[in-house]
């Protein structure tokens, strides 16, 4: 089976901290992406990489970085976490066609 | 901007089948017909995805039309355990582009 880890199912954190969430995948996928789901908003592109080294923004880069030094791995960072980045956090990776996600990431920045 | 349009909600009893609908007029030759859903807390499920045949799998199936303006994707049993919202995404196959998610349907399955 595909395997797409996220470190944390749930993350508290303090406004103003720097927060690391890493994604793992496991089936040498050439694209990672983060995604943040909000209610009535859906699920809104953050940043992907389509391979190591490499990232492009997607439709909410603003506050937020990542980095690829590993194929399998993705970080999203927020630099200096604030309360509107409250949010659920979904990893994906995928090869060609269908993607797979992670369980996903609770983040409450209080 | 999804390129798809659905329901924002729709019911079915349990042990019925569960037809949910997606339009995409828009959608170019070479873009295939994704779906997902997404159980409540969880990460979104990849279901199924087609070009322009008619597909099935375990868990539902695809139907397609003719001119590839639409599809709808089948539960025949629904149970409970298929309440989620489902996502339709049109994209292309190859390529880095990734998935964009419309609202999609919020299925409930009553018992």
């Known amino acids: 089976d595909v395997k797409v880890t996220q470190s944390s199912r749930y993350l508290v954190k303090r406004t103003g901290e720097k927060v690391f969430l890493e994604c793992v995948q496991d089936m040498d996928h050439e694209n990672m992406f983060w995604y943040r789901q909000d209610p009535g908003l859906g699920l809104r592109l953050i940043y992907f990489s389509y391979d190591v080294k490499m990232k492009e923004k997607g439709d909410i880069p603003e506050g937020y970085s990542v980095s690829r030094e590993k194929k399998e791995r993705f970080s999203l960072i927020l630099e200096s976490a604030s309360t509107n980045q409250t949010s659920m956090y979904l990893c994906?990776?995928?090869?060609?066609?269908?993607?797979?996600f992670g369980p996903g990431t609770r983040l409450t920045v209080t | 901007d999804a390129k798809t349009t659905q329901p924002p909600s729709m019911d079915c009893a349990e042990g019925r089948a569960a037809n949910l609908p997606c339009n995409h007029s828009?959608?170019?030759?070479?873009?295939?017909v994704y779906w997902y859903r997404q159980i409540h807390s969880q990460g979104p499920q990849y279901i199924i995805h087609g070009l322009k045949n008619n597909e099935t799998n375990e868990m539902a199936s695809l139907i397609i039309t003719e001119d590839r303006k639409s599809s709808t994707l089948i539960l025949p049993h629904a149970t409970l355990r298929d309440t989620a919202v489902y996502y339709c995404i049109v994209r292309e196959n190859s390529g880095n582009t990734p998935l964009v998610f419309g609202k999609g349907t919020r299925l409930s399955v009553i018992a």
């Open positions: 994906a990776s995928r090869s060609r066609g269908f993607g797979y």
């Open positions: 828009t959608i170019s030759g070479n873009e295939y």
